[in-house]
């Protein structure tokens, strides 16, 4: 069965500094994996998704993510954070191996708190 | 701009009444998702559809029932609800993926159900 850790239960950073928040994934096949985000009071939001080719994928709002193999992590990063960034963001994973339908399973959620 | 809506942002309930959560989405999805968020365990499947008159159960459908009469619509329904059902509930839709290829679920706004 499929599983995420987001280690993390909080980040914080200054505006304008790199952020990132850490996500790893343990499949039995090959994983697609997402990062969404929610804002308070709202629904998820698709961030990006890595699927297959370029381990470096870019998605909304300046976000990026670096799909590692070996380390079976996927973690989101952004270059310069805004205090508008902060938000609880979750990591999710599918198994690719199609044989019926395969869930979407998240992870706990990582709070971030981005100060001015 | 694509579309999923819940009946309801906010409901307070009794414990033992029947209580119906609606989502509506309107693009054509095939796919139709219930989770519900709790603080630290992340998002949980309750129970999807890939189509009409179609429902698996997800990782926690006890307590619940579904009912998907027509493709846009997905129905959430708490034949008895009780206090530990007071979460957020959140509906989500998704097309149909192909092989080599997985669609990102898009979310509602959530309702935050109260049970006393």
């Known amino acids: 069965a499929q599983s995420v850790a987001q280690p993390e239960d909080q980040v914080n950073v200054a505006e304008g500094n790199p952020l990132t928040v850490k996500c790893t994934y343990s499949v039995s096949g090959n994983p697609y994996l997402f990062w969404y985000v929610q804002y308070p009071n709202r629904g998820l939001q698709f961030l990006l998704k890595y699927i297959t080719g370029d381990n470096l994928v870019k998605g909304s709002y300046g976000f990026e993510a670096e799909f590692n193999k070996s380390q079976t992590s996927f973690h989101l990063k952004k270059p310069s954070a805004l205090v508008s960034d902060s938000a609880l963001y979750f990591c999710?994973?599918?198994?690719?191996?199609?044989?019926?339908?395969?869930?979407?399973?998240f992870g706990t959620g990582t709070r971030l708190l981005v100060s001015p | 701009d694509v579309k999923v809506t819940q009946s309801s942002r906010y409901l307070v309930k009794r414990t033992g009444e029947k209580v119906f959560l609606e989502c509506v989405q309107d693009?054509?999805?095939?796919?139709m998702f219930w989770y519900r968020q709790d603080p630290g365990l992340g998002l949980r499947l309750i129970y999807f559809?890939?189509?009409?008159?179609?429902?698996e159960k997800g990782d926690i459908p006890e307590g619940y029932s579904v009912s998907r009469e027509k493709k846009e619509r997905f129905s959430l329904i708490l034949e008895s609800a009780s206090t530990n059902q007071t979460s957020m509930y959140l509906c989500?839709?998704?097309?149909?993926?192909?092989?080599?290829?997985?669609?990102?679920?898009?979310f509602g706004p959530g309702t935050r159900l109260t049970v006393l």
């Open positions: 989500a839709s998704s097309p149909l993926g192909g092989l080599s290829s997985y669609n990102e679920q898009f």
């Open positions: 693009m054509d999805h095939e796919n």
């Open positions: 559809s890939y189509d009409v008159k179609m429902k």
């Open positions: 999710a994973v599918r198994d690719g191996r199609n044989t019926g339908f395969q869930k979407l399973v």
